[in-house]
């Protein structure tokens, strides 16, 4: 004998078990604003335990939600000269094609996933700048596409919209080499991202080009600040750079950097040090952040296109949101060099 065919259930009834209006059932599970996201939790968890989806799929099929989730450190979020800039080239995209940006703030370290993915009421995920593998993982967990902006994991397989990262200081090295200079060090936390360990490698490789690997490699790096120093950036705290800018065995004659706001730093430390950019040490940054062309000496950089990366990000996301595409792939924007006036000639 055949089983019965299950009743479907309504959102009367789901409404009727949690003693609340019809509307809001309907808002909740219509991913509208207009209830809290405790009771829209509720609800959602509510329809599932009643069978609301299952008994409702023919209806459902062609429901989606027109919002994603964009998780950023709230510091990255707060920095108007990159982070700001590529969220906004997601938030000019999605607007484009009818969808919202949810923004949830992570901290380091942090597991915890927002509301809105775990119960599904987004239709996709953008994680903007580092995360941790542990999150990206759980992220990975909930069925939902995951897109990574300016950053990506070794272990974890997910899509990732970078910039030319090596090309970039490989680029801004053989430039310093071209200008003369032969005693190059490198400026930055190697262990802080992929997109700063890339920016090392690049810088790196041009030495090996040149063959300056000798001075520069196996004598460890003696020109170099590779160690924990990314908090010091963030604070701007050039004092203790400049006091690690002094332990150096030997003084470069040019550094590359990380990027623009560790030049900058770097440029205050020197300063500090009564040491001149560029007349006694020249100095290359990375992104072209609105600082680099108005901070004295007007710096020289590569240039990232920031609100691109971010358009970019969500055209592939909306691509694994609507065509289903489970294909993972690593976009890579070309970068430029840009030349100021922070880099001197040395002549033979």
């Not at 009643?50 to 990255?76: A, D, P, Q």
């Not at 901290?107 to 996933?113: A, D, R, S, Y």
């Not at 090309?167 to 005693?183: D, E, N």
Request: with cysteine; glycine share 6%; aromatic share 8%.
């Amino acid at each position: 004998m055949a089983g019965r065919r299950r009743k479907r259930v309504t959102m009367r009834d789901i409404a009727k078990k949690l003693n609340i209006s019809i509307n809001s059932v309907s808002i909740a599970l219509n991913g509208k604003e207009g209830v809290s996201d405790e009771l829209r939790s509720t609800i959602i968890k509510t329809a599932q335990e009643m069978g609301y989806f299952e008994t409702n799929s023919r209806i459902l099929s062609g429901f989606r939600y027109k919002s994603v989730s964009l998780l950023i450190e709230e510091r990255h979020f707060r920095d108007e000269h990159f982070y700001s800039r590529v969220t906004v080239g997601i938030e000019q995209q999605a607007r484009k094609n009818g969808y919202d940006v949810i923004i949830n703030f992570i901290h380091e370290g942090q597991i915890q996933v927002p509301a809105s993915i775990v119960d599904k009421r987004v239709a996709g995920i953008l994680v903007v700048g580092p995360v941790n593998d542990l999150l990206l993982k759980t992220l990975c967990e909930s069925g939902l596409p995951v897109v990574l902006v300016d950053h990506a994991s070794f272990s974890i397989n997910t899509d990732a919209v970078l910039t030319q990262n090596m090309q970039g200081t490989y680029m801004a090295t053989l430039y310093l080499i071209g200008k003369g200079h032969r005693k190059i060090g490198f400026f930055g936390d190697v262990s802080y991202s992929l997109s700063v360990k890339e920016r090392w490698l690049g810088y790196r490789e041009a030495l090996i080009a040149a063959k300056l690997e000798d001075r520069h490699i196996i004598k460890e790096n003696a020109y170099s600040i590779t160690g924990p120093v990314e908090k010091l950036v963030i604070e701007d705290n050039f004092e203790k750079v400049a006091n690690l800018v002094s332990e150096l065995k030997e003084m470069p004659t040019a550094w590359v950097c990380s990027n623009d706001r560790a030049a900058i730093t770097l440029c205050k430390a020197l300063k500090n040090l009564d040491i001149r950019v560029p007349e006694d040490v020249s100095v290359i940054g990375f992104d072209d952040i609105g600082m680099a062309s108005i901070f004295v000496p007007h710096l020289t950089t590569v240039k990232v296109e920031k609100e691109l990366m971010g358009k970019k990000a969500f055209e592939r996301l909306l691509e694994k949101i609507e065509q289903k595409d489970d294909t993972t792939y690593h976009i890579r924007l070309p970068v430029s060099f840009v030349e100021r006036d922070s880099v001197r000639e040395i002549k033979a």
